[in-house]
Structure formats: C-alpha cells, structure tokens
C-alpha cells in the first residue's frame, strides 16, 4: 500500500459532487502529479486530502493512518503541508519569520529544519532578512514551500505552483521540488502545466470530471497517444 | 456592498407592515392618558420629523449601500436654512459689513472654481499639485482678509439681541425647500469627493464633514449668531397667545369644556402634526415610487453587486452621487421642520450621538430598504428615546428603594437616570442586527 | 540670537510641548483603532468610548486611591490606578468581542455590520458612562503639577521667554514611549506577537499554519483597550476628564490611523504625531513669535493665526480627505486597503 492513499473520494461544495471517486496516491521520494482540464476536480481533489471539504465517501490514509475525519490543522501535526496556490506567503514579514510561522505548531527546535530549508533554497538564506512581499514571484513561490517544509513534513501538497511565473523560473522551481523530493517527502503537486509536470511525475494522475481518466508514471502519460490528443494537446 | 449581507428577501405579509404602526399608535394613545396629550402630541410631532430624517438615510443605505455618517451635518444645515430664510434682515448689519461678507464669500467660490478649473487644465502631477496648493492658500488669505473687518463689523451690532445679517423675512415653509437644496448642495461637493471610498472610509469622511459643518455654524456668529443661538423663529402655525383671542377660538374651548392654555397649545401641536404628516406622506409616496421605478431597482442591483451592475454598463459613480444628494436633501428638510418645531436655532445641540448615530438606529431597527420599515422605526425608536427617561427612572427608583432617600448613590443614580436611553438604544440595535437583521418591517422583493 | 530663543522657546511652550504630549495621546489611539482593524477589518466606532470608560475606572480607582491616602507623588495617583482601569475595560471590551462580534465573525459578515455592530457597542457604553460618572468634567490629576515652571526656566535660563513642562506632559511622553518600545518588541520579537501580524497578514494561511484565530482576536482587543484606557486617562490628567470629549476624538483619531495606514502600527504613530503637530500649528497665534524675529513695522495686525482653535478638527480632516485623495493606502502601508 501507497504511503498516501486518498480512496474513491465522492465530494464537493454545494449539493453536486465534482469529485465522483477519484482516488489519488503518493509515496515517501516520489512526485506525484494530477493533471487534467479545467473544472476536473483537480484542485478540489487536493483541498478534499488536505480536508478542506467534507467528503460524502472515500476515505484518506497516510503512512497507514485514517485522517479522513481529521481537520486541516490535526493533518498538519499527522504529517500533512498544504501550498495554496495564491496568497501563500505572509507578505508584510520577512522571509525567515515566514518560515517560523511554518513552525507555529512545532514546541520544539526547529532551527535545524531552517537551515535544511535555507540549504534547499539558497536564495532565501541570502534574503531572510527582507519581506515575502518584496520578492519576485519565484522567489515568493520558495518562500511558500519553505514554510510548508517548516513542519517537516512526509507529504507536501502544492496547489498549481508554477501559476503565473515565467518558464525559466518554472523550471528552477521544479528542480527545487526534485530536490525536497530526494529527501524523502511524498509530493503531491496539481499542475496546469502539464507537459512539463509529467516530466519529472514519478506518477501521473489524469482527471476527467472528477474521475481518474488515466493513470501511470509521468513518462509512460507523456508516451500515450490518447494521453497527448486529448489532454496534451498533441 | 458584498451579496453576503443581504439575505434573500421574501414577500412580508401586509400586516407585517400594519401591525408595528398599530402597536406605535396604540402607545402613543396610552402615553396620551397616561402622562398627557401634550406630552403624546410631542412625542408624535418628533416621531414624524425623524422618520423624514431615517427615510433620508433609507435612500442612501437601504437603497444603495452608502454609508453616511453625516447625518447631523446635514440636519444643521437645514437648521441653517430657517434663520437665513424666515428671520428678518438685519438692516444695520448688512450696511456695516454686509458687501464685505458677500465679497469674501465670493471669494471663496471663486477659489473653488478657478482651482477646479485648473485642474482640469493641468494634468502632470507635481505642477497640478503646487498649483492646488498656492490657488487655495491665495484663496483663503484673500477671502479672509476681507471676510475679517466685514464679519467683525456685522457681529458688532446690537451684538446682545442681533450681530448677524439676519434672513430674508420669508414665510418659513419657503425654509424646508431651501434646507434641503442646502444640504442637497454640500452632498455635491461631498460625495464628488468622498463617493468611491471604501465605506468605512466613507463613514470617517461624512462624519468629520458634519463635524465641521456644525463648528462652523457654532463660531461663525455673523451667520446665524453662533451658539448665541437664534430664537423666536417665525412659525408656519399660529401662536397660542393669538389663537385665544379669536372667537372660534372660545367657541371651542366651551364646546370642548377645556381650559384655555392646554387647548391652545394641543391646537398647535396638532396642526404642526398636520403639516408633517402632509411632508412625510409626500416624502414616503415619492421615495416608494422611485423604489418601484428602474431606477430603484438599479439601484438595488447596485448596492447588490457593484461590479456586476457596472459590468452591465450602470454608470455606479453617478447613481450613487444622486442617491447621496437626494438622500441628504431628504435630511436637510427635516432638520429645516426640526428647527421650525422648536422654534430656535441652537448649534451646539447637534451632537453626533443623537442626530447622527439615533437617525441610524432607526433606519436599522425599521428595516433597512424598506420605506415603511424605516418610518416605523423612526417612530418606534424616538418614542423609546423619550420614554426611556421616565421608565428608567421609575425602574432606577424602585431599583434603589432599600437605599433610602439620603443615599448619595441613589441621588446621582436617579439624577443620571435618564442617560439609560443611550444603553436601551445600543441594546435594541445590537439586538435586532443579530436576531432581526432585516429590521421589523424587511426589504420586500418587487418586481 | 535672543530673539531667535526667545522665539522657539515661545513655540515649544505653546505650541510644540503641548503637541507632543497630544500627539502621543493620539498615536496611543490610533494604535487600538488600527490593531483592531488590522486583525478584524473593520473600523471601531466605539473605540473613543473604550477610551472613556477606562479613563472613567481609573477615576473611581484613583479616588478610592485617594481616600486611603495612598500616593505616589510627584506623579500623579491615576498612574497607580491605571492597571485597575484597564483590566476592568479589557473584561468588558472582551465581553463586547464574544456578545457582539464573534458572531459576525463566525459569519463572515460584511465588514459595514461590524461597523453597525460598533455604533451599537459605543451606544452601551456612552449610556454606562453617562450613567455612572455623570456628564460633568473630572478633574483627578494630583502629584506635582510641574516638573519645571516657566519662572524656573527663565530663572535658569535668563531668556524672557519660558517653557513650562508639565508633570502629566512629561508623565504622556514616557508612558507613550514605554507602551511603543513595549508593543513593537511584542509584535516583532514574540511568538504570540508574530503570530498576531502573521493573521493580519493573511488570516487564511495563519490558520492554515495551525494560528488560533480566537486567540489572536482576544489579544488584539486585549492590546487595544489597554492603549485605549492609557490614552484616555493621559488625555484625562493633561487636560480634565470629559465624558463626551473623547467621542469627538474619534476623528482625530481615525485621520492619524488612516494618514499613517489603517493596519500599520508604525503608521498610527507617525499619523498621531502628524495630526496633532499639523492641529497646533495651523491654530497657534504666531503674533509674539513673530514679535522675536522680525522688526516691529514688519509685523502683521492680526494674531498671525492661520486657523481660529475651534477649527482644529478642519485641520485632521483636511489632512484626512488629502490622504484619502492622494494615497488611500497611508504612508506606511504595502498592501492596497
């Protein structure tokens, strides 16, 4: 069994469900990516793990454990980190109070975890000191995952990271998410930018109103034919 | 204004809308046997000038979301309107410095204009900025050096009983028209201003405008003597003394069986009575043809979702300047038959609790939208304010019976106890916003 | 030279002494408006009121202080009530916040009923206020009425001019500086602090970080009454304690919170000073200043006043519309209001 198993998720916000069991699953060192076209479910599929809507079936396990009942916060302290999408920093503090705010659950030394973080993102080590909302875009997206990191986490969820930033930026962000990846945390990341995503998916999901279309390692995804047509765009 | 606030609005049965007035007159009769007619007349008399007030603000938050914390300004400004229009000129005044004081005025619009003029001509930033700066301080130091001398000259006669221009001797109906284009003119300038800003920003601004307005008429004597205050206005009603040398007059007092004074003075109640209820019947039939009317429910879609209504190409900026206009219009007349009613002028009664902040309870506690809803709570609310100083009396006597007459708590808790008013005020809206926040009579739906 | 002295001695006694010890009473007030606003977006109408009633306990405090002979002079005894005043304002502030507005909250309402909701609050408490002390002035500053007196001054000084400092001047001055230094190293250095400007920052993601907004909320109404109950009783031994002063304070008030940036502690302090400096110099009679600098046939007729004192309000508003024009953020503030 995976190390995240979110199982036949049925859900959404008002009477309709836009998740129509899907199920989604990662595991420690991997990435995995969900993909599909607008209004799949894909956000919502990854608000449902994190247990920001009440799912009407299904059932969430991480590392074995049932948290499908678990408020967001108690998923934090059971192993859970969320990015949003957008208005993911604390913009008016700098970036390493960003990162302590990260760590507001944690009563121990975290110091370490900074510097693990710093060591990930050097970029953020040289800007500690200025405010989130000061920095460019990439920068600001680091910021985010940084202070997810600051729980440490064994399953980090980001919600569309590379939204609005430039291809050069999207890219060093990826290798920055390779790099968390290598030490040991599941990642669970929905793109809109899928090409490129599957690029570095250890594992692909493809959505299609609320429902796996597709599922299968990013590499054999970008080699399918009805993979490319429909959801590539060639 | 968020959709968020509103919830959906359902049809009220008619007598949703009946029964609150019944309840309110059927008080007003017990208050009549109880205390007196005078005192139940008074009463009526204050609830009808204040519904005006709360349709007025009615217009501008249940219609269209603004919110107008300059409630007081406006009512002063009416105020203002009765001493300029109904008072006698004062000859000797506008000899010693009458010219001047219109000079300098003048002055002051010619500022305005030239300025605003200027603006539209200039658009870099910087220059726009120092010239605003140097027109406007050019401005006011000409207009005050010669306003200086003028004012002082006119303040200087006869400064016990006059020191003021005076008014145009005009019958004191002409006043209400006049108050409210008064007050309709300042909401120009205010809301060319102030519109657009976020509300609670909004809130701010028109109260410190109103804040001004009424300092302004406090201090600046040659206008309208200031907090000397003005009395003896003239009277769109007869005066008891007269009443009761006529005929009819003794006819009726025999026919009645009633004393002379207390017949006279309720005549005189009833026909002030008279007159507002003509103008609140006015008001209320206008203000609801124009909630029915495109325009109203433009208006609505507005103060719903300003973005989608200006989406939809509704110019929102001008919709909600009328709005402001027409509503502080609305006020200024009834702070015009305010100031008739009491037969004075008196600035530094306008404070912000009392004509700004009470004007909102009502409107609140009616029911916000609702042209009814605000009338009756109007109604229902100064009634409470009235009656809360002999209730909370009575209730402060019995309270601290065991105290005994001599005990200086029980002295200052009863000399105090009419100040219990403001805690029922701010109990009855807190109450209502979060059990009733749609008010006694709610916004219905039209179509 | 002498008459260059001579001259900002005179400024400084009428006009920049009292302004600072004014300016510090504002910015305290400012503080609790915008902290308030910072974490539950919305502008306390009531806030004026807060000011008033602590200052009214602290009065009932200090009389009691009083009449069992307890002094801590040359200060003046309403310091040493101070604390009772506040935690009685905070308990009913926080009283306020769970009967009032934590309803709203939980609702999510729109922020124009929170400000209703704050007329109602500040309606309870003026008629408390009225109804308790009465609407009469309260004179209770005691203690030593100057640090230095213009005769010490000139005694010292030889300059025909003086400057007089007041103890309850001197007594606003520190108290400000110490409540400032206390608040800024709260917001910046504590864990509870930080957590306070992470909500205000973006509620969203605090919570998302495990920031318990009930918690936040019950501090920021706890720091807002406490600056609002110091303020109004600063305000109360500087000048005397009037009930329904502090309801036109609001004005003032507000203009240096928004001046500086509705939200920004930083800029509450700066917009205090600013409204209270602009307020006294554009009212100040700048007559026998001038009468120091310039020869006697140079001199102007009037009292060289730009605006007669019952304007000052004029003042904090122009200043108010001017920054609502130009910049609606104020001067201290990142992110669009």
Request: proline share 4%.
């Amino acid at each position: 069994m995976s190390f995240l198993v979110a199982r036949d998720m049925r859900g959404g916000y008002g009477a309709e469900d836009i998740l129509q069991g899907c199920t989604v699953e990662a595991d420690r060192g991997e990435i995995a990516v969900i993909v599909g076209p607008n209004g799949a479910g894909k956000s919502t599929a990854m608000k449902a793990i994190f247990g920001m809507l009440s799912l009407r079936g299904g059932a969430i396990t991480l590392d074995g454990a049932d948290l499908t009942r678990m408020k967001p916060t108690e998923r934090v302290k059971n192993g859970m980190s969320f990015v949003p999408q957008v208005k993911n920093v604390f913009p008016s503090m700098s970036v390493e109070e960003n990162l302590e705010m990260g760590a507001f659950i944690r009563r121990d030394d975290y110091s370490a975890t900074m510097d693990e973080v710093y060591a990930l993102f050097p970029v953020l080590a040289e800007k500690r000191r200025q405010p989130a909302g000061e920095l460019s875009g990439g920068q600001r997206q680091q910021v985010a995952v940084g202070r997810a990191l600051m729980t440490k986490p064994s399953l980090l969820m980001l919600d569309e990271p590379t939204a609005g930033v430039s291809p050069i930026v999207m890219d060093e962000l990826f290798d920055r998410i390779i790099d968390v990846a290598k030490t040991g945390i599941a990642i669970l990341m929905v793109e809109q930018n899928a090409k490129q995503a599957l690029e570095i998916a250890t594992r692909g999901y493809v959505l299609q109103h609320g429902k796996n279309a597709h599922t299968d390692t990013g590499e054999a995804l970008l080699a399918d034919p009805v993979v490319r047509r429909t959801f590539l765009g060639g | 204004m968020s959709q968020s606030v509103r919830t959906p609005r359902t049809p009220a049965s008619p007598m949703r809308t009946v029964l609150p007035f019944a309840v309110f007159f059927l008080l007003i009769v017990a208050v009549g046997l109880l205390q007196s007619w005078t005192v139940a007349l008074t009463i009526l008399n204050m609830c009808l000038v204040s519904a005006v007030m709360a349709l007025g603000v009615n217009v501008q938050w249940g219609y269209a979301g603004l919110v107008n914390f300059g409630v007081m300004g406006f009512t002063a400004l009416g105020g203002l309107a009765v001493v300029v229009i109904a008072m006698p000129t004062v000859d000797a005044a506008w000899q010693a410095g009458g010219p001047g004081v219109l000079f300098g005025l003048f002055l002051l619009l010619a500022t305005a204009a030239v300025t605003i003029a200027m603006r539209r001509v200039v658009t870099a930033r910087l220059p726009r900025m120092v010239l605003t700066a140097v027109f406007v301080a050019a401005g006011l130091w000409a207009a005050n050096t010669v306003l200086g001398p003028s004012t002082a000259a006119v303040e200087g006669v006869n400064p016990a009983l006059e020191g003021y221009l005076g008014g145009f001797g005009a019958p004191v109906l002409i006043a209400w028209a006049v108050g409210a284009l008064l007050a309709a003119a300042a909401a120009f300038v205010i809301g060319k201003i102030a519109l657009g800003l976020r509300a609670d920003y909004l809130a701010i601004a028109t109260l410190g405008v109103s804040e001004i307005i009424v300092a302004v008429l406090m201090n600046e004597d040659w206008l309208a003597r200031g907090v000397k205050n003005v009395v003896g206005l003239p009277r769109p009603v007869p005066y008891e003394v007269d009443m009761r040398t006529t005929a009819w007059f003794a006819d009726l007092a025999d026919r009645l069986g009633m004393a002379a004074v207390p017949l006279s003075s309720l005549i005189v109640k009833l026909a002030y009575a008279g007159l507002f209820v003509v103008v609140l019947a006015l008001i209320l039939w206008l203000a609801e043809r124009a909630l029915a009317s495109p325009w109203g429910r433009t208006m609505r879609a507005v103060r719903d979702n300003e973005t989608a209504a200006a989406a939809m190409g509704k110019d929102v900026k001008r919709l909600h300047l009328l709005v402001f206009i027409v509503g502080s219009g609305i006020i200024g007349l009834a702070g015009a038959m305010l100031t008739t009613l009491d037969g004075q002028f008196t600035p530094s009664s306008y404070q912000p609790l009392r004509f700004t902040f009470l004007v909102w309870v009502m409107v609140i506690v009616g029911g916000a939208g609702n042209n009814w809803g605000a009338t009756v709570g109007a109604f229902i609310v100064w009634f409470a304010w009235v009656e809360a100083e002999p209730v909370g009396h009575f209730v402060i006597d019995w309270a601290t019976y065991a105290l005994g007459d001599d005990s200086p708590i029980r002295q200052h808790l009863l000399q105090n106890a009419a100040q219990m008013r403001h805690v029922v005020m701010g109990v009855l809206l807190l109450v209502v916003l979060r059990f009733a926040p749609r008010g006694i009579i709610p916004e219905t739906d039209r179509t | 030279m002498d008459g260059f002295l001579n001259a900002i001695v005179l400024l400084a006694n009428f006009a920049l002494v009292p302004g600072a010890a004014y300016g510090s009473q504002l910015a305290l007030g400012a503080l609790g408006v915008t902290l308030i606003f910072a974490v539950l977006r919305f502008s306390n109408f009531a806030h004026g009121e807060t000011m008033s009633f602590g200052a009214m306990i602290t009065i009932f405090a200090t009389w009691a202080l009083q009449s069992w002979g307890v002094s801590i002079a040359p200060l003046p005894t309403g310091l040493l009530a101070l604390p009772i005043g506040i935690i009685v304002t905070v308990a009913v502030v926080l009283a306020s916040d769970k009967f009032v507005y934590a309803y709203y909250r939980e609702k999510r309402s729109d922020q124009v009923i929170f400000l209703i909701a704050s007329i109602g609050v500040m309606f309870v408490m003026a008629g408390l206020i009225r109804f308790i002390i009465g609407p009469d002035d309260q004179i209770f500053a005691d203690g030593a009425r100057f640090v230095f007196s213009v005769r010490d001054f000139r005694a010292v000084t030889g300059l025909e001019e003086g400057l007089a400092l007041k103890t309850t001047q001197l007594v606003t001055l520190v108290t400000a500086i110490v409540c400032v230094v206390a608040l800024f190293l709260f917001l910046g250095k504590t864990r509870t602090g930080k957590s306070m400007r992470a909500y205000a920052d973006n509620e969203d993601l605090a919570t998302l970080s495990g920031i318990d907004a009930g918690r936040v909320v019950r501090i920021a109404w706890i720091l807002s009454a406490t600056l609002a109950v110091i303020a109004g009783v600063l305000y109360g031994l500087d000048k005397s304690y009037k009930p329904f002063v502090f309801q036109e304070l609001l004005l003032p008030i507000f203009a240096a919170a928004i001046v500086g940036g509705l939200g920004s502690p930083v800029g509450a302090i700066v917009g205090g000073y600013i409204i209270a400096f602009a307020e006294v110099l554009v009212t100040y009679a700048y007559k026998r200043f001038l009468g120091h600098l310039v020869p006697p046939d140079w001199m102007p007729d009037g009292l060289a006043q730009l605006m007669g004192t019952e304007y000052k309000f004029a003042v904090a508003f122009v200043i108010l519309v001017l920054t609502l024009l130009i910049r609606p953020t104020g001067l201290f503030n990142k992110r669009a209001a």
